[in-house]
């Protein structure tokens, strides 16, 4: 009997678990706009639609556009980063709450439940967008010894800037917005977000209708 009620309640755990993560469709990675009129049409729009959703296959298109594992066999990335380091995490900030997202299994692992996109920036209109992404430095993958902090500040801004590039050009390529936001209130995400002292947030990105 015992036995049964533990079995019983691990199953229950389990599935509150996987209830609260996001596991995302496989993303499509064939077609889209050609890339030079991507290039030509780019460009930083605000005027979201309030409270529309992205679809789950939406959500992990961009995602993988962002960062994605393009090529499975080495593990790498849609954007580059030095030394392949991989250094930058995104979290995603959604109505439903934040999440973390996971390459590897393609899911998003809930972080905190609630809706938090009004805060993680100064301008109004980042409440707005579907997905507010946000940017995190992981430092203790940058392993070179005695890297000084202006190089790990440029390689952090060099990679984010890589992956922020192929999210407007993502968005381009959908019809979605995009803007990039730097004016992000690093207290705020740092509590929403629960981060450690080696995790930096860098930037933010408001994507959505
Ligand atoms: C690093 C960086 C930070 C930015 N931060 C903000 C921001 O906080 N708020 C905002 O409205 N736009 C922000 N932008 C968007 C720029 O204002 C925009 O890219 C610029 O005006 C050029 O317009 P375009 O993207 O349409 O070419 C940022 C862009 C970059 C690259």
Redesign the pocket.
């Known amino acids: 009997m015992k036995k049964i009620s533990t079995f019983i309640l691990t199953i229950l755990i389990m599935t509150n678990i996987t209830a609260q993560n996001i596991q995302l469709p496989k993303p499509q990675t064939e077609g889209g706009m050609p890339l030079m009129e991507a290039l030509k049409k ?3 729009k ?1 005027d979201f639609i309030k409270d529309k959703e992205f679809s789950l296959q939406m959500l992990s298109n961009l995602l993988w556009a962002a960062n994605g594992i393009s090529r499975p066999e080495s593990g790498k990335r849609t954007a580059p980063s030095a030394v392949n380091w991989q250094h930058v995490d995104i979290f995603v900030s959604l109505k439903q709450g934040v999440f973390l997202m996971n390459y590897e299994k393609n899911i998003l692992e809930l972080i905190k439940k609630g809706d938090f996109r009004s805060q993680i ?3 109004d209109f980042v409440g707005d967008a579907s997905a507010v992404l946000i940017y995190v430095s992981d430092r203790t993958k940058m392993l070179r010894e005695g890297m000084s902090d202006e190089t790990k500040v440029f390689y952090e801004a060099t990679y984010s ?1 890589n992956i ?1 590039q192929n999210v ?1 050009l993502f968005a381009t390529s959908e019809n979605l917005k995009n ?5 992000i209130i690093k207290e705020n995400i740092i509590k929403i977000l629960n981060l450690k002292e080696h995790q930096k947030p860098l ?1 933010g990105h408001a994507v959505g209708y």
């Open positions: 780019r460009e930083t605000r920036g100064q301008q800037g922020s407007g803007v990039i936001i730097g004016s930037l």
